[in-house]
């Protein structure tokens, strides 16, 4: 369950005749490998950086693109429908990876968690994933995001929101996305390529909001792939004593306090103590520690990189069972 792996179905069989997740992504905002570890090598070098080169990525877990995860959707009609969840700055590479090792055909929607880099600086390439028509005349893809993500959006990519040409503007192929705004607010659900999601509004860091989602009806899976701070209306929501017992908590393990990282260790006991009671944890935003403010030769020694995410769930039941 690793880079590019899926949930639920491994078998071709399984995987047509239900639905799955696939982690296109579970890397941190800068992408592991970090790139100053290859072209400035410590000394020793970094064995994270330097085996991410050297092994394939579907059999590395060192190498991590922009935390993002695919949900194929099989519906009551069995037809399989592709929904996204962030554009992060690495997703054509993602696409190459993953889309065609899983044979997926198609973008059919896309949710936005926040309007950072590692979640909306793809958007340019999802026209690689639309049909071709040199004047635009696709079906729009559907794009949910709040309208903070929006303003930023638009700065960003002015010509992805433009709905009509300027005078004597040529057209250019461009992505073709129908904007809804989606609200702060878990009351206010929505529903995605026929898929019903409950927005879980989460602080990420003390000035911004960004938000999880919680989605599934036979399994009850909650995803948060930034979060420092869990407001208590939205813990509520995801635990066992509010809105119930959720199947599979998909949560991001750059967990602050302070300015200092917390450690799995320590996350996984404040977790599973606390209100949340899922069955499964996975963990995406895995770091590569490595900046100004830490000191970089020490980064060998942090080892959650080295961990596939099967490690982590493993352990991660074990403390889940003793509870
Ligand atoms: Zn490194
Ligand atoms: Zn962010």
């Not at 997703?91 to 309007?115: G, M």
């Amino acid at each position: 369950m690793e880079n590019g792996n899926c949930f639920e179905s491994e078998s071709k069989e399984k995987k047509d005749s239900s639905s799955s997740l696939l982690f296109l992504g579970t890397g941190c905002s800068s992408a592991v490998p970090n790139v100053l570890c290859l072209i400035q090598p410590s000394n020793p070098p970094c064995e994270v950086c330097t085996q991410s080169l050297s092994i394939p990525p579907e059999k590395n877990p060192n190498y991590r693109c922009n935390t993002s995860l695919l949900i194929d959707y099989r519906n009551d009609n069995g037809e399989h429908k592709y929904i996204l969840i962030d554009v992060g700055k690495t997703f054509r590479e993602q696409v190459l990876r993953w889309f065609t090792h899983h044979n997926i055909p198609q973008v059919d929607s896309i949710i936005l968690t926040h309007e950072h880099a590692d979640a909306v600086l793809g958007l340019d390439d999802i026209r690689a994933v639309q049909p071709f028509s040199p004047t635009n005349d696709i079906e729009p893809t559907q794009i949910y995001l709040t309208q903070f993500a929006m303003d930023s959006v638009a700065e960003k990519f002015p010509y992805l929101v433009q709905k009509k040409l300027k005078e004597g503007q040529e057209v250019r192929r461009v992505a073709q996305l129908d904007w809804n705004i989606i609200k702060n607010d878990f009351e206010e659900l929505f529903v995605s390529s026929g898929l019903q999601f409950v927005p879980l509004p989460v602080m990420h860091g003390e000035d911004y909001v960004s938000l999880g989602f919680l989605f599934g009806s036979k399994s009850r899976i909650a995803y948060i792939s930034d979060v420092s701070r869990f407001p208590s209306n939205t813990e509520h929501v995801i635990s066992k004593t509010g809105g119930g017992q959720l199947d599979l908590l998909i949560l991001d393990t750059l967990y602050k306090v302070s300015s200092f990282l917390l450690c799995l260790g320590c996350l996984i006991s404040v977790l599973s103590v606390d209100t949340f009671t899922p069955i499964f944890y996975m963990l995406v935003q895995w770091y590569q520690r490595n900046n100004a403010s830490m000191d970089r030769n020490s980064h060998n020694e942090y080892d959650l990189t080295y961990l596939s995410l099967e490690d982590a769930i493993s352990r991660v039941y074990l403390v889940v069972v003793r509870n």
